[in-house]
């Protein structure tokens, strides 16, 4: 159980706890104390247990991580479509206007802006971490040549189909209904993650049509955009849905690697990463944006955590009703990864555990091994 005295706690390094210079507390708890303070010399907006949010110009976050240290990058930048046009939203025609941010500044601009992300990214990344970009045909291809002229090596396109994507309202054109991912390594000759098996044998065919029970998983994905429940405690205008983000965090990182956003949003890749035991990174430079990814965190946090008592962190988002709380499923790699972290907690003796059959018993070694 976590302990009053267990928050606002220091451990090492500068792993502070302090306000910040909006006064917003910032949790910190022990475990893992190791892992906090990514961003050197910047106070994180939120951080909680191997979860931490960062407020700010990503470029200029992204040059206070050291050098090396990243394992996975899943990067959803400004597609620049938010110019005067209009798309279709809960069937009503809408002006695209998804914030300053997403304003293009000409073609050249947005290729410059690209590449520097992309370098500042190549150079936190640990030679073999590999980087992932979502985005559409806007700026996909300007990030690809930004990629490969900073010497990642592309190692696959994804074509993420959207069944449920919004139809086309000028009838000029084709209705879009995919985005592109990239996938490129740090290093043409390193050796990168990718948990062959886990793609191979998932349950993913249960989210998607195209996936064949215990085949190779293929590069094109039939997954739906972010489902209701998966915005009921607010919503960004480009969020990624949950199952996108589990299978790419899933596919590409081992349990305690260290998973960047520089774009963070509404952090779904956050959320994948802390529901599936990776430690995670994020940053945004809206707070509207950074609160709702911390009522997201604080939300899965109490589902994974639910014996430990709440954490006492002042000016807190409030929480979504009981009633509107969507349920977790976790796959067979991320029980494992909470049964260890459940093992490693000192056991309550005040209650009594039933005897356990001789015949039952498993050794730890047997019950964590990975398949």
Known sequence: MVSPTDIHTVQK???????DASNRSTSY???????????????????????????????????????ESVDMIFADPPYGLSNGGFTCQGGQRVAVHKGDWDKSKGVEQDF??????????????????????????????ACGYALQMAEFKLLNDIAWYKPNGAPNLSCRYFTASHETLLWAR???????????????????????R??????QMRSV????????????LGKHPTQKPMALLERIVLASTEPGDLVLDP?????????????????????DIDEEYLDLSQRRADKLWSELYSDKEPLEVSERPPKAPEDMQ????????????????????????????PPRSSNNTRSSTELYAVD
């Open 221 to 232: 994905w039939s997954l739906s955009t972010a489902r209701g429940e998966e915005t009921r």
């Open 263 to 283: 774009f963070a949003g509404s952090s779904t890749t956050g959320i994948a990463a802390l529901k599936h035991g990776r430690r995670f990174v994020g940053m």
């Open 112 to 141: 410059a802006f690209h590449q520097k992300w992309i370098a500042a990214c190549h150079r936190v990344l640990k030679p073999g971490g590999t980087i992932w970009v979502s985005g559409s045909y806007h700026s996909i291809f």
């Open 29 to 67: 708890l022990k475990r893992d104390c190791d892992t906090m303070k990514v961003i050197q010399d910047h106070d994180p907006y939120y951080a909680i247990d191997g979860f931490q949010l960062y407020h700010g110009n990503s470029l200029e976050l992204l040059s206070r991580i050291p050098e």
């Open 13 to 19: 390094d500068s792993c502070d706890a302090h306000q």
């Open 326 to 353: 969507e349920e977790v499923v976790m796959s067979p790699s991320a029980k494992k990864v909470i049964r260890r972290r459940k093992e490693s907690r000192p056991k309550d003796t005040s209650k009594a555990s």
């Open 210 to 215: 195209l996936k064949k029970p215990n085949k």
């Open 186 to 208: 740090k290093g043409q000759k390193s050796r990168h993650t990718f948990n062959y098996d886990e793609m191979k044998h998932g349950e993913w065919h249960n989210n998607d």
